[in-house]
C-alpha cells in the first residue's frame, strides 16, 4: 500500500553535505511516522531521525551521533521527506533507509516499521 523511493546519495567530501528525499506514492503526511535509518559496512542498522506532524506543525526526533549536523524536513505537498547531511564525517558512510509506519510514536526501533525504501549509498571520502 506505501511505497517509499530514496534518493541524493552520492560521493561526498569531508565536511560536504548532501540532501536525501523519500517520496510516498499516493499519499499525504498526516497520521503516520516517517524515518530515517542507515546501516555501515560491518554495523547493524541505526536510527537516525524520525519526524511527524504537518509541514507548520512538526515533531522531530535524532540519535544523539546527527544532532545538530542532520535535519529532517517534510514537504507534504509533494509527499516527500528529506534528510538534510551536513558537516559529514567517514563514518557518515552508510546505506541510508526511510521508513514508515502508522501512528505517532517515534520509535527508534528498526523492526517497529513496517514499510521501507530501497536505501541509498552515502560515501563519504577524506
Known amino acids: 500500500q506505501v511505497q517509499l523511493v530514496e534518493s541524493g546519495g552520492g560521493l561526498v567530501q569531508a565536511g560536504g553535505s548532501l540532501r536525501l528525499s523519500c517520496a510516498a506514492s499516493g499519499r499525504t503526511f498526516s497520521g503516520f511516522v516517517m524515518a530515517w535509518f542507515r546501516q555501515a559496512p560491518g554495523k547493524e542498522r541505526e536510527f537516525v531521525a524520525v519526524?511527524?506532524?504537518?509541514?507548520?506543525?512538526?515533531?522531530?526526533d535524532y540519535a544523539d551521533s546527527v544532532k545538530g549536523p542532520f535535519a529532517i524536513a517534510r514537504n507534504n505537498a509533494k509527499n516527500t521527506v528529506y534528510l538534510q547531511i551536513n558537516s559529514l564525517k567517514p563514518e557518515g558512510t552508510a546505506v541510508y533507509y526511510c521508513?514508515?509506519?502508522?501512528?505517532?510514536?517515534?520509535?527508534?526501533?528498526?523492526?517497529?516499521?513496517?514499510?521501507w525504501g530501497q536505501g541509498t549509498q552515502v560515501t563519504v571520502s577524506s
Open positions: 521508513a514508515f509506519r502508522w501512528g505517532s510514536y517515534h520509535y527508534t526501533e528498526a523492526h517497529k516499521y513496517d514499510h
Open positions: 519526524t511527524s506532524g504537518s509541514d507548520v506543525n512538526t515533531n522531530t
